[in-house]
């Protein structure tokens, strides 16, 4: 159950209602914390397509790119005909008509029709084309308007979302725009997270309390009667939410389609909504609780005001759904009338000779405006299959109306995702070519390398491993950038415990960062005074700037030091950067740290031993193992989180390695490992560090603990890693706007870092963006391949799992991370006004926990516009369905997609694509599921 209600709970409808509802929509997480999840994670039991069109009824956002995107990537050859064939080829086409077989095969004709430049219809060829294709039946012939009327009301009834929304444009107003003003200001305030300085009052009575407190003094929409009508309100809001459903006269057992049509017109406000209550160990949702049936009860409140404000004054019947269908179907007219012509009533009410004569004019009207699709439809096929006018002129309008039938079933969503297909085709033979080809020599099995690198499969992270590779005899390894250690982790000095581990897990240990004991006491307490100071200097400068009377005499007064800092980290950002940093490290120098945790013993040798395992390191250790987690660095910017490692719940992953490390190092836990059958050699050292995304600079961690024996090493290895960092800077330059053309790697280097410490730049890095894959294998099946930093990469021994329980492991955690990670950079890139969060520039922080469009709009849940696209405004990121490629025998796959429901339903509904590679036949399959990818459209 979601909710922790008590009154919700002592109604069972109303829970399971609001369970089916919540269904649909995603939860938010906070920005501070990003995680990426797929914003139609709740339609994922459908096909692909069909989710893509049950989405936009939903939330009104589109599913694909616009077709001349594609066909720009075609010209460029990013698409090939041969993909399109290949796409075409995997739907069910209808026959062709015989008409049109000189012109090719269907399949052809439709890969012409995609690839064609639309041409704009001229006067000449409507006047053409309508002649032919007009039914000379249709026009004038309406016996019985009102019957036609009656039926689409009975249509619209079926259909209804909500009241509000088929009400509005009725009447010609946007009620549901006007529903979400009155209840945003509300929600934002009560759900703030700590930014604002005058707080909604009453917030620990709950939402529905402390709004309804305010809502009995708010003159701000007398017009509704809300003063009058909050005074009626029950105590409980599950009862208040009772009555506005039978106000609006909405059925019981339409109760969870209604609450879900509400949900889904603010998403993201009720998705972080859902976050709260799916989170009750929240600082803010344990002090201010909040949860949906308050949200709805609040929500619905205003729609049964505005909806009986505006029935009575135009149609003058209460504002249920009983009553306005019992009246339009006393005048189906008028109903025509009113849902034809935009909002605008040109008779009165209750006129029905007016109204049918009315009607008449808006049928006849829409008649055209089919008529006109089907010219369009067939002067496309004519155009496309390059088809003269004198040929056109000789044939029948009987034959022209098969072209229009035939043409108007490759519908703009077919259309475009067949061009989505082609794409992902077109990456699979790139994919398919590369790892057909020899392996890498330097990655043959002789034993473990001396040194063993483990990095976080992020795409990031591709390039500089292929670096580092050719530095010398290094082994790669590719995981999961919490490595194994699903941890709550307290900073020294920091403000509260952070959720180190991805969203799909809970956490199994509790480690804090504690001063070294070896670190002088006098020493340490002056450290720790400083921060102090620091945080009490901040808390004053907050209050002096949000006062009420105190910002005009600061401003006066101090106004031009913050003038000159302005100026100065917008000339030269990278200097200033450097010069607070050194002034920083004079002030308050580094204190050296150790970790700590009261976990029990057994539990945390059990934690290492399946993080051993998982990085198949359990059986085969170098003399020197290396977990570098990996963080971004961006200035000024509120999706920071976006860039740090999402395996580490949207923070750096650099504690989960430092934590394994230290685990793995100590002799306490060394012994309970041999009793689980791991054996570790005393020689074995395990190090930890963390990788700058941004700078492409790794920073080693407790170097000073390092014994003698491996300091030389060590030592190495650091020149390695700055030396592949280097060349990884130099090869990522090239894809960064602004960067040189062709950089040095001096230059490359002190782009990147200029870009990290700029406030005014949008796009410090490209983050996961261009994606396309992940691959499940020995490093031996990709290395030596340059993969763009595009590619998942996450070792995986089928020889060393013979039960396949890390296979499962691998594709229940790490896949469906990525996947949900693919799902966000999709539907951010194909709709970024509904699914991402709009630009950068024009976005505003809102109670520290997400960020609006303007002063009031949804909560926006995605990745901003700069985050996927380029500066001329075309996709950088090319949004595909993940491509999953597993090395391992078929049964074992097969084994895993029967044991594993939501791994089956993804690859069965096309969210994502299994190609299956066979290690001893070296064939790459592509899983052919039950459904057809297409077949649904």
């Known amino acids: 159950m979601l909710e922790t209600n008590t009154a919700y709970k002592t ?300 029935s009575r004054d135009v149609f003058h019947v209460p504002g249920r759904v009983d009553a306005l269908h019992h009246y339009f179907s006393r005048h189906p007219e008028e109903y025509y009338g009113w849902r034809f012509n935009g909002g605008h009533g040109n008779c009165r009410r209750g006129d029905d000779r007016c109204w049918e004569h009315e009607a008449r004019r808006l049928f006849e009207r829409e008649q055209q405006r089919e008529l006109r699709t089907r010219v369009q439809a067939v002067f496309d096929v004519i155009t496309a299959l390059e088809i003269s006018e004198d040929t056109v002129r000789g044939l029948g309008g009987e034959v022209l109306g098969h072209w229009a039938d035939w043409a108007s079933w490759l519908s703009a969503d077919r259309r475009r995702h067949l061009w989505l297909e082609a794409l992902e085709e077109h990456y699979q033979d790139v994919l398919a070519h590369r790892l057909a080809n020899p392996r890498d020599a330097s990655t043959s099995e002789t034993g473990p390398a001396p040194t063993q690198v483990a990095f976080c499969m992020d795409v990031r992270s591709e390039g500089i491993r292929r670096h580092l590779e050719a530095q010398g005899a290094y082994e790669t390894i590719g995981a999961a950038g919490f490595f194994g250690i699903p941890m709550t982790y ?60 105190t910002p005009f005499a600061m401003v006066e007064s101090t106004g031009w030091t913050w003038g000159v800092g302005l100026l100065a980290r917008t000339v030269e950002p990278g200097r200033v950067f450097r010069w ?57 910017n509120p999706w920071a989180s976006a860039l740090q490692c999402g395996a580490a719940g949207g923070h750096p992953g650099g504690a989960n390695a430092r934590a394994l490390a230290w685990l793995a190092n100590q002799t306490a836990i060394r012994h309970r490992l041999t009793a689980r059958g791991i054996e570790l050699s005393p020689d074995t050292w395990f190090l930890a560090g963390e990788h700058n995304t941004t700078t492409d600079e790794v920073t080693l961690f407790d170097r000073h603990r390092v014994p003698a024996s491996l300091r030389s090493e060590v030592e190495q290895l650091q020149r390695d890693l700055a030396e592949a960092g280097r060349l990884n800077a130099v090869e990522r330059s090239l894809d960064l706007p602004g960067a040189p053309a062709k950089p040095s790697i001096e230059a490359a280097i002190r782009h990147a870092y200029q870009r990290s410490v700029d406030w005014a730049e949008t796009r410090p890095e490209w983050g996961l963006a261009s994606h396309f894959a992940i691959v499940i294998g020995r490093r031996q099946l990709t290395a030596g391949h340059s993969w763009g930093n595009r590619v998942f990469l996450h070792s995986y021994d089928y020889r060393e799992d013979t039960s396949g329980r890390w296979l499962m492991n691998i594709v229940n955690g790490p896949l469906i991370v990525a996947h949900w990670i693919n799902m966000e950079y999709y539907f951010s890139t194909v709709d970024n006004a509904v699914y991402g969060s709009g630009s950068k520039v024009t976005a505003n922080v809102v109670g520290g926990l997400g960020v609006m469009q303007g002063s009031h709009s949804d909560l926006k849940p995605g990745l901003p516009w700069q985050s996927v696209r380029d500066t001329d405004g075309a996709p950088y990121h090319e949004p595909m369905r993940l491509l999953v490629v597993i090395e391992a025998p078929r049964e074992r796959i097969q084994g895993v997609l029967d044991a594993l429901p939501l791994f089956r339903q993804l690859v069965h509904n096309a969210w994502i694509h299994l190609l299956m590679y066979d290690p001893v036949t070296e064939e790459l399959v592509r899983y052919q599921p039950e459904v057809a990818t297409v077949a649904s459209i």
């Open 11 to 310: 109604d069972p409808l109303l829970a399971e209602a609001i369970e089916r509802a919540s269904h649909w929509i995603a939860p938010v997480w906070p920005i501070r914390a990003f995680v990426a999840r797929n914003p139609l994670a709740g339609l994922e039991t459908l096909p692909f397509p069909d989710a893509v069109r049950e989405g936009r009824r939903l939330f009104g956002g589109d599913g694909y790119l616009p077709e001349s995107t594609s066909r720009s990537w075609y010209r460029a050859g990013r698409i090939s005909d041969r993909d399109l064939i290949q796409a075409i080829r995997r739907l069910k086409v209808p026959a062709l008509p015989s008409s049109l077989s000189p012109y090719g095969d269907a399949n052809d004709v439709i890969r012409r029709l995609l690839v064609a430049e639309p041409r704009p219809l001229t006067d000449e060829w409507i006047g053409i084309l309508e002649d032919k294709l007009r039914d000379p039946f249709a026009k004038g012939h309406l016996t019985d308007i009102g019957s036609l009327a009656r039926t689409r009301l009975e249509a619209d009834i079926r259909q209804l979302t909500t009241v509000a929304a088929w009400l509005g444009p009725l009447v010609g107003r946007d009620l549901v725009k006007a529903l979400n003003e009155a209840v945003i200001p509300y929600v934002e305030a009560f759900l703030d997270d700590g930014q604002a300085a005058w707080t909604m009052p009453g917030r620990e009575q709950g939402f529905y309390r402390a709004w309804r407190d305010l809502a009995l003094v708010d003159r701000s929409q007398a017009w509704l009667g809300v003063q009058q009508a909050a005074r009626r309100l029950p105590e409980e809001a599950a009862d208040a939410l009772l009555d506005h459903l039978t106000q609006l006269g909405i059925t019981e057992r339409a109760y969870a389609d209604y609450l879900k049509y509400h949900l889904a017109q603010l998403p993201g406000w009720a998705g972080y909504i859902k976050w709260r209550v799916l989170h009750p160990d929240d600082d803010w949702q344990h002090v201010f609780p909040i949860d949906l049936v308050q949200y709805l009860a609040v929500r619905l409140f205003y729609e049964v005001r505005l909806v009986e404000q505006i």
């Open 490 to 549: 307290q900073e020294w000095m920091g403000h509260r415990p952070t959720h180190r581990y991805p969203a799909i897990l809970t956490p199994q240990m509790a480690v804090r960062e504690e001063v070294a004991e070896a670190l002088d006491h006098q020493e340490a307490s002056r450290v720790r005074q400083w921060w102090e100071v620091k945080a009490w200097l901040h808390h004053l400068y907050r209050r002096l700037k949000q006062h009420v009377v």
């Open 580 to 636: 607070l940093k050194k002034l920083g490290l004079h002030v308050r120098p580094t204190v050296p740290t150790e970790l700590a945790t009261d976990t029990v013993m057994e539990e945390t040798a059990d934690l290492v031993a399946a993080a051993l395992t998982g990085l198949g390191i359990a059986r085969r250790q170098g003399r020197l193992v290396v977990l570098l987690g990996h963080r971004g660095h961006s200035d000024n």
